[in-house]
T-cell receptor, first 108, second 111 residues
Framework: GQQVMQIPQYQHVQEGEDFTTYCNSS?????IQWYKQRPGGHPVFLIQ?????EVKKQKRLTFQFGEAKKNSSLHITATQTTDVGTYFC????????FGKGTMLLVSP | DVKVTQSSRYLVKRTGEKVFLECVQD?????MFWYRQDPGLGLRLIYF???????EKGDIPEGYSVSREKKERFSLILESASTNQTSMYLC??????????FGPGTRLTVL
């Protein structure tokens, strides 16, 4: 079945540094979604990418979908302590296959 | 705002007990999902439903069953709870092909 791999598993940065998490699928994806889960919370939807090569921005967050629609990335510029949490990518249409997530810690 | 509620935030049960986890959504979404989340394993799909009385197995359905008698309600049932079912259980709902909205989760401990 479809597998979605995410790296790194964990990253600890100083506030103000940039952060990137990468997502790779074993199969071509119809779309990819990104979610954020704060410590003690539940996953919250961030964005959905559908088109090959698509790039979307949300303030300091930049999301990319690869040309082959098999990989994606999330880049955060100048991290803040409020960015702390686990970021998940998920691929699929009716059902989603989630990556295992990247846990981001930000030290002030 | 979409609201997905789950019947309990924390639940402690004994091995062999029958456990019911309830999920209710208020946005008339067709799709509903049950996941379990374990450290290092991410979110794994247990069962999902496209419509009332419809259910489909996810990746890890063994030991679980579900019920969807009304569109807004999706129940997860552990017929005979075991210690390896100790986990965080997350319910989600979505319109077809769109983002999923998660409930707050139920942390189940089976002793």
């Amino acid at each position: 079945g479809q597998q979605v791999m995410q790296i790194p598993q964990y990253q600890h940065v100083q506030e103000g540094e940039d952060f990137t998490t990468y997502c790779n699928s074993s199969t071509t994806l119809s779309n990819i979604q990104w979610y954020k889960q704060r410590p003690g919370g539940h996953p919250v939807f961030l964005i959905q990418l559908v088109k090959s090569g698509e790039v979307k921005k949300q303030k300091r967050l930049t999301f990319q979908f690869g040309e082959a629609k098999k990989n994606s990335s999330l880049h955060i510029t100048a991290t803040q302590t409020t960015d702390v949490g686990t970021y998940f990518c998920a691929g699929g249409y009716s059902t989603l296959t989630f990556g295992k997530g990247t846990m981001l810690l930000v030290s002030p | 705002d979409v609201k997905v509620t789950q019947s309990s935030r924390y639940l402690v049960k004994r091995t062999g007990e029958k456990v019911f986890l309830e999920c209710v959504q208020d946005m008339d979404h067709e799709n509903m999902f049950w996941y379990r989340q374990d450290p290092g394993l991410g979110l794994r799909l247990i069962y999902f439903s496209y419509d009332v009385k419809m259910k489909e197995k996810g990746d890890i359905p063994e030991g679980y069953s579900v019920s969807r008698e009304k569109k807004e309600r999706f129940s997860l049932i552990l017929e005979s709870a075991s210690t390896n079912q100790t986990s965080m259980y997350l319910c989600a709902s979505s319109p077809h092909g769109r983002e999923q909205f998660f409930g707050p989760g139920t942390r189940l401990t089976v002793l």
